[in-house]
Structures are given as C-alpha cells and as structure tokens.
C-alpha cells in the first residue's frame, strides 16, 4: 500500500536557520511521483516540487532544495536561511505514475520560523 | 496562469442541510478530484472523477456524498445531509489526461472551501 510518512509534526526555528523537512514513503510501484505543497496559514495548497522515481537528482531552486533517496524512500525538504514568510504547514505526497487517480498525503509538518 | 476556482470560498451550514460546493478545473484538463482537510489534518482523498464517472472513491466518500460535472466546467460536490464532522477544508484538483509525461503529472489544487457545520 502507499504510504507517505512525515515524522516531524512540528518544528521552530529562527529566522535565517537552515531547516530538513523528512519524509519518508512506502510503495509497491517502481514508478512514482513525488511532490512537496506548501500550506500557508491562507489555507491554500501550494504546488512546490515534484519528482519522478527514475531521477534522484537532487534539486536546488532559490533557497529550497530537495533531496530524494529511493534507496532510502526518501525525499527531503531543506530549506537554507529561513524567513518568516517560510511558516507554514508543508505536505509531502506520493502519486502513481500509471494511474491518474488520487494523491497519498503525509501528515504534514508545521514550520514555525520566528524572527 | 491557468487556476482551479472554487467557490464559495467559506460557507457555513446547519447539521442536516445539503451544500453544494463548487469547483472550475483547470480547461483541458481531464481527471478532476475532491479532497477533504478536517483541521490541523491530512489531506484525505474522497473521490476521483474522469469520463463523467467515478473512476475512484474513499470509504469517507458514502452515500451522503455525490459529484457531478454538470455543463462541462463545473465540477460540484454535494453533500446531502450534512453532519458536525463534515465540517473541513476541501480542495478541488484537477490534473491533465495526458499519458505518462514528465510535466503535467501535479495536480493543481483549487484555493479549498472551508465547510462549518453548526
């Protein structure tokens, strides 16, 4: 079964402070997506990555970067220099390749970055 | 850049009425979803919707809840009878029918419905 697995249910941090977001997934398929959605406190779901099971290339935009694991089923979330405008509830999710159908979410981690 | 809308955008209801909550997918896209939040939770699947038919549905999606894409833009969720832990956010998505490609597999979630059920 598929399974998306986010430890961390909460963390805080100061401002400017670098910061790992875990997740850790289970699936039978051998392809996969993976995703991470920022919620901010607005409610909305914000689409931030995704990657493919076949790339394991880690993945750097701005001051986000990612760094996937199949060895591990892994896909981690690193933020450097944390703001404020960071806070938020960050979801990691698991979608099938050959099925178009439903997202399997983590239970999200809640970032709190005070200045 | 194209959005999923979905409207209204908070609506409070009373135990035992029916809600009707909207969604506009994305235009040229084909598989539509619903999804729920009770707060400070997961994002749960209800339903998936393609060809103007379920093609899958949650145990959360009973027989209180239906979907419908009535004119070709709209893509409703209905609530017949609506209870106290109905109450949560829910998200339409809506993502492309392309076979597998490497850039349009995300769904693209509307900005949610908060439900408040009184």
């Known amino acids: 079964a598929q399974k998306v697995t986010q430890a961390q249910t909460e963390i805080s941090v100061v401002e400017k402070e670098d910061v790992t977001l875990d997740c850790v997934y289970e699936?039978?398929?051998?392809?996969?997506?993976l995703f991470w959605y920022k919620q901010p406190p607005s409610g909305e779901l914000v689409f931030l990555i995704r990657r493919n099971s076949f790339d394991e290339q880690n993945e750097i935009s701005g001051r986000y970067s990612w760094n996937f694991q199949k060895s591990t089923s892994s896909f981690n979330f690193t933020i450097t220099a944390s703001q404020v405008v960071d806070s938020a509830v960050y979801f990691c999710?698991?979608?099938?390749?050959?099925?178009?159908?439903?997202?399997?979410f983590g239970s999200g981690t809640k970032l709190n970055v005070k200045p | 850049e194209p959005e999923v809308t979905q409207t209204p955008s908070h609506q409070v209801t009373q135990m035992g009425q029916e809600v009707i909550l909207r969604c506009v997918p994305i235009s040229n896209h084909l598989y539509f979803y619903w999804y729920r939040q009770i707060l400070g939770q997961k994002v749960e699947f209800l339903v998936s919707f393609y060809n103007n038919e379920i093609s899958e549905k949650s145990e959360i999606f009973d027989d209180q809840f239906s979907v419908e894409r009535p004119d070709g833009s709209n893509f409703t969720l209905k609530i017949r009878s609506t209870k106290l832990e109905d109450s949560a956010m829910y998200f339409c998505?809506?993502?492309?029918?392309?076979?597998?490609?490497?850039?349009?597999?995300?769904?693209?979630f509307g900005q949610g419905t908060r439900l408040t059920v009184v």
């Open positions: 999710a698991l979608s099938e390749v050959y099925n178009f159908n439903k997202f399997y």
């Open positions: 699936t039978r398929d051998t392809t996969y997506y």
């Open positions: 998505a809506s993502r492309t029918g392309q076979q597998v490609t490497k850039t349009n597999t995300e769904a693209f």
